[in-house]
């Protein structure tokens, strides 16, 4: 089914007036929809690593940590002390210094030297980290090997003014970014040359998709023997004439085209009223009756005056108009679908909104008749 198609489908009826949106994922049934293997999977060893650190912002304009953060203070005074300057925790007042864990992504490969983005957070109550500059922080990780350096001003893309009687706050001024402000100083030691067998792990494991990823990269590479280990997992072997050189195969097939596969899945979330039909979605034949109730409740008052000098009183009295509308929707018959079009145009010809939809949906499924997996987040 083309896009066309489906747009075409989803204008149909009152849907377009709705508030909520209707997604809809595209099939994958023909090769022009066939998707990179580099987008559905990743290849062992390839991944990237977290590593995470603790460190001082300074320079703030008074809107670092209180004094009651003792950790802050401690930390600043260790710090002063390695540069031969001995202050105690107790008398040093730290409103322009704020204590904060910085934290970054290792990818793959990375070389010594290489820069890369650090995120950091406040640890205590630091109202804002607007206007600092993170200090010497080493980044560790699991292995408590130290990988990486972070030093540089913050972007924090946000502000909070304090009054004494009102705040106002843009986005979140506690934590910020510094791009390029981490330095690699380690390298993930990866065994990557010389690999006589290289694993295929699916980002969404499915047994099918599983099997068409096997099929194609045996097309590509025909001495691998791909093999589909388990939903999630291909293995394969790597041939002789790639196994000093894996790079060259893995850029191969990272360019394999595969047709994923997946269950038929709607997707409801109740907060934005918004619902994601998968293309593998069908109906068996059902009957639906919705009708809306709409009550609307209007309050007002009526004062009555006494006439001048009748010596009477002004009297208020509420008044209260409540009008009750109820849809008269006859009951409808969805036949039978097999494709998103058909689904689409059947719930369309009920005339319900989308988050209407959210409560028919459910009512489908508990009837037997939806043939899908119904998730709501």
Do not use: C
């Not at 593998?280 to 009550?295: C, D, E, M, R």
């Amino acid at each position: 089914m083309g896009f066309k198609r489906i747009i075409n489908a989803l204008t149909y009826g009152p849907f377009v007036a709705a508030a909520a949106v209707w997604l809809l994922t595209m099939g994958v049934t023909d090769p022009a929809s066939a998707i990179r293997l580099k987008e559905l999977a990743t290849f062992e060893g390839v991944r990237v690593n977290q590593i995470t650190g603790y460190g001082l912002v300074v320079g703030l304009n008074g809107t670092g940590d209180k004094d009651q953060t003792g950790f802050t203070r401690q930390s600043l005074s260790n710090m002063l002390k390695r540069m031969d300057v001995t202050v105690a925790p107790t008398a040093l007042k730290v409103k322009n210094v704020a204590a904060v864990m910085v934290t970054a992504d290792l990818p793959a490969f990375v070389k010594p030297g290489t820069r890369i983005d650090v995120l950091v957070s406040s640890l205590g109550d630091a109202t804002s980290l607007q206007g600092g500059t993170l200090l010497l922080t080493s980044l560790r990780g699991l292995d408590d090997q130290i990988y990486s350096i972070a030093q540089g001003p913050l972007s924090v893309g946000g502000f909070a003014i304090t009054g004494q009687a009102a705040t106002v706050q843009r986005n979140h001024p506690t934590v910020g970014r510094i791009v390029q402000g981490g330095t690699v100083e380690r390298e993930v030691p990866i065994r990557w040359q010389g690999k006589e067998t290289m694993t295929v792990k699916l980002n969404q494991p499915d047994f099918t998709t599983a099997s068409r990823v096997a099929e194609s990269i045996n097309e590509v590479l025909p001495g691998a023997g791909a093999r589909p280990m388990d939903a999630a997992t291909v293995e394969l072997s790597v041939p002789m004439n790639y196994r000093e050189n894996l790079a060259v195969m893995v850029a191969e097939l990272e360019n394999v085209a595969v047709e994923p596969d997946s269950i038929g899945k709607v997707i409801i979330n109740e907060r934005t009223g918004s619902v994601v039909v998968g293309e593998n979605v069908k109906l068996s034949t059902v009957a639906v009756a919705h009708g809306n109730l709409s009550i609307q409740i209007r309050e007002g008052q009526n004062v009555s005056q006494p006439d001048p000098f009748s010596q009477g009183e002004t009297v208020v009295t509420p008044e209260t108009d409540v009008n009750v509308e109820e849809g008269a929707d006859n009951l409808l018959l969805i036949e039978r679908s097999t494709n998103i079009n058909d689904v689409v145009k059947a719930l369309n010809a009920i005339g319900v909104t989308p988050r209407d939809l959210i409560t028919i949906f459910q009512l489908i499924q508990a009837a037997g008749a939806l043939h899908g997996e119904l998730e709501i987040i």
